[in-house]
């Protein structure tokens, strides 16, 4: 499917008749069924999500490809888990690591190609587990099984993070001159006939143009990117494009001012030029959305109110569904309130947002859970794979909201215990008892850098 876009608009003999049919057996018999394949590990997920993201692409599908980011989202930081770029599959083995690892790579250049940096997340964190894999195949260690060369994603990396963003990149440079022309592998590889030197010394370019959503009435803080070319460079609008109102374009490529336009998606057109003249031109895709509403709720007071079901929940419950067993009040979210070793909990109250804005939630709870603020599903984590609960990743997977300052509907749902159930061989041997107790609810504010946890004194009932 990764390919099939180019041969659509490039091969004169493409029939659009046979592509309506290909695509209708696509959608009934491979697509919903792997739309519901939650429940496994490691690099099932990635090459699953892979091909949800090649599959919006090939048909235009802008939902689709959100549900694609979504996963991204999760997946990456879950098999790049550690900064110093191991992968959590290297403790299966190397064969699994480096496949799981160039479906994230095939979802950076989709991206890429689609105007969104993927590449970067975690601060280039798919950039370290280039280099640690690739060092450790070159090293010819047997601390990990099957350590094997697959040709399946060093070109494509190091095309991006040397050759466009000028990055040394020495172990996986080495994988290359060793091993020379990628072949195919599977559903992974030809990554010297796809990219090679493709972007080397490429003039300047414009990159990551498809923004994150912005939110009207708040200030916009987006700042375009270039690559390739000579510095310094300048930027101004394109030729017969206007701004969203309210905005402006520095020539340092920062966009000022408060947003004023009604919500909506906006395109226009962006210009760089460097200092030997050089120009590149791109239409940007700016959504902007509506904040949430905050309420206006008297007679609140400080904590939240929970209701405990004798059974973990086989599915999200929902905010408003009977739940029958203990009720009662606590000061925050806690486990503390049932004594039980499996259960599920649910919290509800009002949370209390300082500001206009972007919120960026992490949970961190040893089991299932969905978060819900107003009417909005912000996270719904009621899959299989309990690696996106383990430390090192729960705070690296954040979720996005926009809200009006002042008091919101607030739900979390979590299980407790059996979190067992889900390991098998040979993922035991990671320390998946540090999540037991686990329940936090972090964010970081619109004037915020750095995620914390949300204060006790944020939360608040309503007499029911």
Same mark, same amino acid.
């Given at each position: 499917?990764?390919?099939? %876009?180019?041969?659509?608009?490039?091969?004169?003999?493409?029939?659009?008749?046979?592509?309506?049919?290909?695509? @209708?057996?696509?959608?009934?018999?491979?697509?919903?069924?792997?739309?519901?394949?939650?429940?496994?590990?490691?690099?099932?997920?990635?090459?699953?999500?892979?091909?949800?993201?090649?599959?919006?692409?090939?048909?235009?599908?802008?939902?689709?490809?959100?549900?694609?980011?979504?996963?991204?989202?999760?997946?990456?930081?879950?098999?790049?888990?550690?900064?110093?770029?191991?992968?959590?599959?290297?403790?299966?083995?190397?064969?699994?690591?480096?496949?799981?690892?160039?479906?994230?790579?095939?979802?950076?250049?989709?991206?890429?190609?689609?105007?969104? $940096?993927?590449?970067?997340?975690?601060?280039?964190?798919?950039?370290?587990?280039?280099?640690?894999?690739?060092?450790?195949?070159?090293?010819?260690?047997?601390?990990?099984?099957?350590?094997?060369?697959?040709?399946?994603?060093?070109?494509? =990396?190091?095309?991006?993070?040397?050759?466009?963003?000028?990055?040394?990149?020495?172990?996986?440079?080495?994988?290359?001159? %060793?091993?020379?022309?990628?072949?195919?592998?599977?559903?992974?590889?030809?990554?010297?006939?796809?990219?090679? %030197?493709?972007?080397?010394?490429?003039?300047?370019?414009?990159? =990551?143009? +498809?923004? $994150?959503?912005?939110?009207?009435?708040?200030?916009?803080?987006?700042?375009? %990117?270039?690559?390739?070319?000579?510095?310094?460079? *300048?930027?101004?609008?394109?030729?017969?494009?206007?701004?969203?109102?309210?905005?402006?374009?520095?020539?340092?490529?920062?966009?000022?001012?408060?947003?004023?336009?009604?919500?909506?998606?906006?395109?226009?057109?962006?210009?760089?030029?460097?200092?030997? /003249?050089?120009?590149?031109?791109?239409?940007?895709?700016?959504? #902007?959305?509506?904040?949430?509403?905050?309420?206006?709720?008297?007679?609140?007071?400080?904590?939240?109110?929970?209701?405990?079901?004798?059974?973990?929940?086989?599915?999200?419950?929902?905010?408003?569904?009977? #739940? $029958?067993? *203990?009720?009662?009040?606590?000061?925050?979210?806690?486990?503390?309130? @049932?004594?039980?070793?499996?259960?599920?909990?649910?919290?509800?109250?009002?949370?209390?947002?300082?500001?206009? /804005?972007?919120?960026?939630?992490?949970?961190?709870?040893?089991?299932?859970?969905?978060?819900?603020?107003?009417?909005?599903?912000?996270?719904?984590?009621?899959?299989?794979?309990?690696?996106?609960?383990?430390?090192?990743?729960?705070?690296?997977?954040?979720?996005?909201?926009?809200?009006?300052?002042?008091?919101?509907?607030?739900?979390?749902?979590?299980?407790?215990?059996?979190? *067992?159930?889900?390991? +098998?061989?040979?993922?035991?041997?990671?320390?998946?008892?540090?999540?037991?107790?686990?329940?936090?609810?972090?964010?970081?504010?619109?004037? =915020?850098?750095?995620?914390?946890?949300?204060?006790?004194? @944020?939360?608040?009932?309503?007499?029911?």
């Amino acid at each position: 499917m990764g390919k099939c %876009k180019l041969l659509k608009y490039t091969y004169p003999k493409w029939d659009p008749k046979l592509e309506k049919r290909f695509m @209708a057996g696509w959608d009934k018999e491979f697509l919903s069924v792997v739309r519901k394949r939650d429940n496994h590990q490691g690099n099932w997920m990635t090459a699953i999500s892979a091909a949800f993201m090649s599959t919006a692409i090939f048909k235009n599908d802008n939902a689709l490809l959100s549900l694609s980011l979504e996963r991204f989202n999760v997946y990456m930081p879950v098999n790049a888990i550690y900064e110093s770029g191991q992968s959590i599959e290297v403790s299966r083995d190397l064969n699994h690591a480096q496949v799981g690892i160039a479906s994230l790579i095939q979802m950076s250049e989709y991206g890429w190609n689609q105007g969104v $940096d993927l590449y970067s997340k975690l601060d280039n964190r798919l950039a370290a587990t280039l280099e640690f894999t690739a060092k450790e195949i070159l090293s010819g260690t047997d601390k990990w099984r099957d350590n094997e060369y697959k040709p399946v994603m060093y070109e494509m =990396g190091y095309n991006h993070y040397h050759n466009r963003m000028g990055m040394e990149m020495p172990y996986t440079k080495q994988i290359i001159d %060793k091993h020379g022309v990628e072949n195919i592998y599977q559903c992974w590889g030809l990554g010297t006939f796809l990219k090679g %030197k493709i972007d080397e010394n490429k003039p300047v370019t414009i990159y =990551g143009w +498809r923004f $994150d959503p912005v939110y009207r009435g708040v200030a916009c803080n987006i700042k375009m %990117k270039s690559y390739g070319g000579q510095t310094p460079v *300048k930027w101004s609008l394109g030729s017969s494009t206007k701004l969203p109102s309210g905005l402006s374009l520095q020539s340092n490529g920062s966009f000022k001012g408060k947003i004023t336009a009604s919500a909506g998606i906006y395109k226009f057109k962006v210009k760089v030029t460097d200092r030997n /003249g050089i120009v590149d031109e791109q239409q940007c895709i700016m959504e #902007i959305k509506e904040l949430k509403n905050s309420k206006n709720v008297r007679g609140t007071k400080p904590g939240l109110r929970y209701e405990i079901s004798a059974k973990p929940f086989s599915k999200d419950p929902g905010v408003e569904s009977e #739940i $029958d067993g *203990k009720k009662g009040y606590a000061d925050n979210l806690t486990f503390d309130v @049932a004594k039980t070793k499996e259960y599920g909990l649910r919290f509800s109250g009002y949370i209390e947002v300082p500001e206009d /804005g972007k919120y960026v939630f992490f949970v961190g709870a040893e089991n299932q859970h969905c978060l819900y603020i107003g009417d909005t599903l912000v996270k719904n984590e009621w899959m299989g794979d309990p690696r996106a609960r383990l430390k090192p990743v729960w705070q690296n997977i954040g979720y996005e909201i926009g809200l009006e300052a002042g008091k919101h509907p607030f739900c979390l749902i979590v299980n407790n215990g059996n979190y *067992k159930r889900h390991f +098998r061989k040979p993922w035991d041997k990671w320390d998946f008892g540090s999540m037991r107790g686990v329940l936090q609810l972090n964010w970081i504010t619109p004037s =915020g850098q750095k995620q914390k946890p949300v204060s006790t004194s @944020a939360y608040s009932t309503a007499p029911k």
